[in-house]
């Protein structure tokens, strides 16, 4: 039998119970005793008996009302890197086997670090179809993440992107279909283009740019992505997807991989000039990794979701010039900010999104998720990490 719990909350005393692979019948208890028993609500009915636990206070940032179950069968594509390895984490604290694939271009085996003696890792790339159909084989969910990402190394190297972005998630796609597993799909706010109606709501048309500028193979790629997941749910695939808004949070890569908060961060530690592409006047709305990796969660626990499309993100704008006012204030940093053209980053015809703000309430109407995370709050856990991990 396997258990479910909403709430956040399963703290880690509980989460250990659920990790802990012993007498099943001393789960049960456990959980009845601290939780209490309710009617099934729609979380995977037909294999799943469903609890609900309280929040409790004495977890430290954690959201609400999270549905959770313990110990299923999950695979992570991509769970190495930035926000699936928070994804894991989270999965094993609550009980989950999970078995992670990663080809380690853009993730890092430290990301594992506190999971890796409770998970599986699997060094391998989605294009191998052999062995991704053997590890979602094993699979009861799959959390689709990998993904070649980041705007500046989709213009570099545009034709890899897009078969790594196309070619690995139909592999990822078809052996869920194949094996009877449920998918949750990563997917992302590129989606949308260069479209002016804010904010942006999931089924909102798509304004794209050329085909000879690069920059919107992304965006292409990604929605082929979700038009494969949503065109198998008629073959029985069931399915969510969620798009993210501009995450943030420990972990971020160095290097940025398309993050302004990490580009910004690492040069203000370093009191660099930060720089801003065009008049640094375009806005963007901030999510912790906390919340995204909350949405992604319910997203695909929840069944009321399958099928469907959810934005996760914070519906709070920022303006960037303000954002690297802000670092630069927080990490006491004497650094100016350069303006540069995107011309001169991304190379002649480059266009770019004026903002990009999120509708938020079908997440919040069907999944009872809502990012809370404010920009300080997270910037300033991000910052504390960054400092005792980048010396």
């Known amino acids: 039998m396997r258990l479910v719990a909403t709430g956040i909350v399963v703290n880690l005393s509980t989460a250990g119970i659920f990790a802990h692979r012993g007498n099943e019948k001393q ?20 294999t799943l008996l469903r609890h609900e636990c309280h929040e409790r206070a004495d977890i430290p940032h954690r959201n ?23 994804l894991v984490d989270r999965l094993v604290e609550l ?21 890796m003696s409770h998970i599986r890792f699997v060094q391998g790339n989605i294009l191998d179809g052999n062995l991704v159909d053997s590890l979602v084989s094993g699979a009861e969910l799959v959390f689709h993440l990998a993904a070649a990402v980041g705007v500046g ?6 034709l890899s992107s897009l078969i790594t972005n196309t070619k690995g998630a139909e592999n990822v796609i078809e052996s869920c279909v194949k094996h009877e597993a449920k998918l949750l799909l990563a997917s992302t706010s590129e989606i949308y283009g260069k479209t002016a109606k804010m904010p942006m709501s999931e ?61 910004l961060v690492r040069q203000a530690l370093s ?7 065009g008049d640094g006047t375009q806005t963007r709305c901030f999510t912790f990794v906390n919340d995204t990796v909350e949405g992604t969660l319910r997203a695909a626990l929840d069944e009321r979701g399958e099928g469907m499309v959810f934005n996760i ?20 940093s004497s650094s100016s900010i350069q303006h ?3 011309e001169a980053r991304y190379g002649k015809g480059f266009e770019d999104t004026k903002r990009r703000v999120p509708d938020v309430r079908r997440a919040s109407e069907i999944l009872g998720f809502t990012a809370s995370t404010s920009l300080e709050d997270g910037l300033a856990h991000t910052l504390q990490w960054w400092r005792a991990t980048h010396r």
């Open 271 to 277: 009191n660099e000039p930060l720089t801003i592409h």
């Open 313 to 332: 993100g914070n519906n709070h704008e920022t303006v960037i010039n303000d954002l690297a006012t802000m670092i630069t204030a927080m990490t006491g």
């Open 153 to 158: 190394h989709i213009v570099a190297k545009p």
């Open 203 to 263: 089924d909102d048309d798509r304004v794209l740019g050329s085909t000879t500028i690069a920059r919107w193979g992304y965006s292409t790629a990604k929605a082929i992505d979700e038009h494969l997941a949503l065109a198998y749910v008629q073959q029985g695939l069931r399915m969510s997807i969620v798009r993210y808004f501009n995450s943030y949070g420990p972990r971020l890569d160095p290097r940025g991989y398309g993050s302004v908060v990490a580009n």
């Open 27 to 46: 789960r049960e208890e456990r959980c009845a005793k601290e939780c209490g028993y309710v009617q099934p609500h729609g979380i995977h009915r037909t």
């Open 95 to 115: 009980g989950h086997d999970v078995v992670v694939l990663d080809d380690l271009s853009t993730g890092h085996l430290a990301n594992l670090s506190g999971a």
């Open 64 to 86: 609400a009302q999270l549905a959770l179950v313990a110990d299923m069968r999950t695979l992570v594509t991509g769970g190495a890197g930035y926000i699936g390895s928070h």
């Open 340 to 342: 540069v053209s995107y």
